[in-house]
């Protein structure tokens, strides 16, 4: 009869046998001894058997993954199922190419080589086909020291990973990082698959992170610990995280406003966190497609804090071509609102009454990476040169990006150095009304605010791709601001992981 299986004992006995397999490269072009034309020839001609034989009928008799020596064998078993269940050669082969995609996304493996020849078994069928799949797993500790740049500062960091130590292609994390304006952090942590889904992932881990924030005159140190699961749906990616963090806000400037002195000392968060992503963009300089992210934080006494809020956030983007040129439109709110609930007994980290919001949880707006022609932290409402953020923001800008008006240079460097201009606004207001007045009735007014009280720019400039960063260096023209508004006129730069 037909033999469906598969093996992982033996893998153990090959993998010690010979730690390296040759790479598909060295099969190809090491071994055949032809030349570049002769190659390109073989290769059509198996492209053209492989279409020819596409809906020819076939079975997966055996697979086998060579080279498994810690992860369990249920982790990788549970990937040939759709393999096994083929029924056609096209079947067959393309489920063998999500095989190998799957394996080398479990992020265990530093090699993954898929094979397909005919059955071994003399009882198996003709038509009878086993897939070998050639591993090789992950050393156990990993790491490595770096610097990245992004968000106006460069980040020097550490890391370092203990991978597949359950064999269940779990990872245990460990990250310092230290930025040139000031920031430092770590984060120690342990990442799971839930039920051995790639897509479906339980994180833990404990963090600090100290923050300088000399627009608003303050210091702050968060330690905390969460965690968080993510998982797929029809429509994007969720994520649900649970955070509880001391916040420590100090190091208080002696020109400090009122208002940020009045909110220095400790908070306790508790909170719960939904974020909704949806993303079908392109990689490269040139993104064309779409983004949506929504989220939805609520903090509160019943959660075990001392701070209570409902957060709302969302931001999308959408990119398009127009002939040589990218057209790209862009949009961000967010409001933050007091929650209904009031503390059931006062605790050890419960400040104050106070109608206002936490300065360490508002929105702030203003620079070279959302609306440009204004400085950091440059929009919304000051008291003695602090900014002092918002509980309700927009902001939106459309861009035309072009190519370089030079051949020779756009032949050098591509996509990846355009001019563009672009038309950017915003607007950043504080929680109207009086505190004892409807929510709703508040909000109202907020809205009101936010719609007469716009701050806009225009400019132009250059603007660099650069990995997983941009770099823009923009000549800025602000057209409309409100009177506490810091301006930046003519020349900005720059350099963020997301620009508005």
Not at 452 to 463: C, D, F, M, Q, R
Request: hydrophobic residues 40%; charged residues 20%; glycine residues 10%.
């Amino acid at each position: 009869g037909l033999q469906h299986g598969f093996d992982s004992q033996s893998s153990h006995k090959q993998a010690e046998e010979s730690d390296r397999f040759p790479e598909s490269e060295e099969v190809v072009t090491g071994e055949t001894g032809l030349s570049p034309e002769e190659l390109a020839e073989l290769v059509q001609r198996v492209r053209v058997a492989l279409k020819r034989h596409n809906d020819d009928e076939a079975s997966v008799s055996f697979v086998d993954i060579v080279g498994i020596q810690r992860t369990q064998s249920w982790v990788v078993a549970k990937l040939t199922k759709r393999l096994l269940a083929s029924k056609t050669f096209g079947e067959i082969v393309k489920e063998a190419e999500y095989l190998q995609i799957e394996l080398a996304r479990l992020g265990v493996f530093s090699k993954v080589d898929v094979m397909i020849k005919h059955a071994v078994d003399e009882d198996a069928p003709p038509t009878a086909l086993d897939v070998i799949a050639r591993v090789k797993e992950r050393r156990l500790v990993t790491g490595g020291t770096g610097v990245t740049v992004g968000n106006n500062e460069g980040t020097a960091d550490m890391k370092v990973y203990v991978n597949n130590l359950l064999g269940v292609a779990d990872q245990l994390s460990f990250r310092t990082a230290k930025s040139s304006q000031g920031t430092s952090s770590f984060d120690l942590g342990f990442t799971l698959p839930l039920a051995g889904l790639v897509d479906q992932t339980f994180w833990m881990g404990a963090f600090q992170v100290a923050q300088d924030f000399p627009a608003s005159s303050h210091k702050l140190l968060v330690r905390g610990v969460a965690a968080e699961v993510q998982t797929w749906s029809a429509l994007g990616r969720h994520q649900l995280r649970y955070e509880l963090s001391w916040r420590a806000m100090g190091g208080v400037s002696e020109h400090a406003s009122f208002e940020v002195r009045q909110q220095a000392g400790h908070s306790l968060k508790s909170s719960l966190k939904h974020t909704f992503l949806i993303e079908e963009q392109q990689a490269g300089p040139r993104k064309h497609g779409y983004s949506l992210k929504m989220e939805n934080e609520v903090a509160g006494h019943q959660l075990g804090g001392s701070v209570n809020f409902l957060r709302n956030n969302i931001e999308g983007t959408l990119c398009a071509p127009l002939g040589p040129c990218d057209i790209s439109f862009s949009a961000r709110a967010g409001l933050l609102l007091p929650a209904p609930w009031q503390p059931a007994k006062p605790t050890p980290f419960t400040p104050p009454s106070s109608p206002a919001s936490n300065i360490i949880d508002r929105f702030f707006l203003g620079g070279a990476l959302d609306v440009r022609g204004f400085l950091h932290r440059g929009i919304g409402p000051r008291a003695a040169g602090d900014s002092l953020g918002g509980d309700a923001y927009w902001a939106c800008g459309a861009h035309l990006y072009m190519p370089l008006p030079f051949h020779a240079l756009r032949q050098r460097v591509g996509d990846s150095l355009r001019t563009h201009v672009f038309a950017n606004a915003g607007s950043l207001q504080p929680l109207a009304g009086d505190v004892g007045a409807r929510v709703r009735d508040r909000v109202q007014a907020t809205l009101q605010g936010l719609a007469g009280n716009v701050s806009a720019s225009v400019g132009a400039g250059l603007t660099l791709h650069a990995g997983s960063f941009s770099v823009e260096l923009n000549y800025c023209v602000p057209l409309r601001w409100g009177q506490t508004d810091l301006r930046s006129a003519g020349m900005q730069f720059g350099i963020g992981f997301q620009f508005l």
